[in-house]
């Protein structure tokens, strides 16, 4: 699953060392000032980590609470347009920007919004918030490819990897640009030149930010070597999950289900467990230092804040991890 080197230079020889955990390199800020190579690193959510005490474009002081986000989806219902899912690999939802206390906002740019069916459709999610226009414009994928070389590779590794289920690709990744990538202090608008932001640097540098953290969180191998693959005949238990990706990860992320509760199942009739059954997603939580861009991630477990750590049943083998359909991966 290695990617290519999706680097895009806002200015020549502006390069950082490479991620934490031995990823490409990274660019030296996404307005290529170098700026942020000297500022202190300082933790998110860190008493530190204020605005007043530091600068908002090389320390992350809005969204400070990071998750790297995955799907497994078992069809796309795009199938007959070529957009299928990766082989042995769990797809790309996206890289979120959480408040120090667990809460969100959304859609925090509306001049940056390029969502056509924005959900929710207010910056808040209620009737009282700012209505977010939906989009009508080019679609993200064009602007990619206006860049170039570094757009373009970028644009081919997320057409494998970042997959969306009912849309086409180009439509998901408008909404969590729009939706989360607007709302990170490091990718505000006054992080980048005017001349980046026509170009829209921003959006290369959040895709590549947002695949450059999947890459290092490779979910699918980490279970497969523990003997937990997807199965239609075999449940598996939320413990044992639980235990391979917190000891691979460094701390206990939070598991998502859906489907039907344990207790609606035949298996678990008269059980008070109402956990959900079908294996869905994993939510990678991070306290970051410096800049988001530079993928210093501090694991943090999913109950930081004291919330529920995952949405599935708790019995025995109520789990399930399933298996494609036939014709939704690539061969």
């Not at 955990?21 to 008493?47: D, I, Q, T, V, Y």
């Not at 859609?107 to 977010?132: E, F, I, K």
């Not at 947002?210 to 890459?215: C, G, K, L, V």
Request: net charge positive; proline share 7%; with cysteine.
């Amino acid at each position: 699953m290695a990617r290519l080197g999706l680097l895009f230079l806002a200015a020549a020889g502006a390069v950082q060392t490479a991620m934490a955990h031995g990823g490409n390199p990274r660019p030296g800020g996404p307005f290529g000032s170098g700026k942020c190579l000297r500022a202190k690193p300082e933790l998110s959510c860190s008493a530190a980590a204020q605005p007043g005490l530091v600068d908002s474009c090389c320390v992350e002081t809005f969204g400070g609470l990071v998750l790297s986000t995955q799907f497994w989806d078992t069809y796309t219902g795009l199938e007959a347009h070529g957009q299928l899912l990766p082989k042995n690999a769990w797809t790309l939802h996206g890289l979120w920007p959480d408040f120090c206390n667990g809460s969100w906002t959304q859609y925090c740019d509306l001049a940056r919004q390029y969502d056509p069916h924005p959900s929710p459709n207010t910056t808040t999610g209620t009737s009282s918030g700012t209505p977010v226009p939906p989009y009508a414009g080019p679609t993200v994928d064009t602007f990619l490819e206006a860049l170039g070389k570094p757009g373009k590779s970028l644009l081919q590794w997320m057409n494998k990897y970042w997959i969306a289920q009912g849309q086409p690709n180009t439509e998901f990744w408008a909404h969590e640009f729009s939706k989360h990538a607007t709302c990170f202090s490091t990718f505000a608008p006054s992080c980048f030149s005017e001349g980046a932001l026509k170009r829209h640097n921003d959006l290369l540098t959040f895709f590549d930010v947002a695949a450059e953290y999947y890459t290092r969180l490779p979910t699918y191998d980490w279970l497969a070597a523990k003997g937990i693959k997807p199965s239609n005949a075999t449940g598996y238990s939320l413990g044992e999950i639980q235990k391979v990706l917190a000891a691979k990860h460094g701390a206990v992320p939070y598991i998502g289900c859906s489907g039907p509760r344990f207790n609606e199942t035949a298996a678990g009739k008269g059980s008070l467990d109402n956990g959900r059954t079908v294996f869905t997603e994993v939510w990678y939580y991070y306290h970051v230092y410096g800049q988001v861009q530079a993928g210093k991630g501090k694991p943090v477990e999913a109950s930081i804040n004291g919330g529920s750590v995952s949405s599935c049943a708790k019995a025995e083998r109520a789990v399930w991890y399933y298996e494609r359909t036939k014709g939704s991966e690539r061969k």
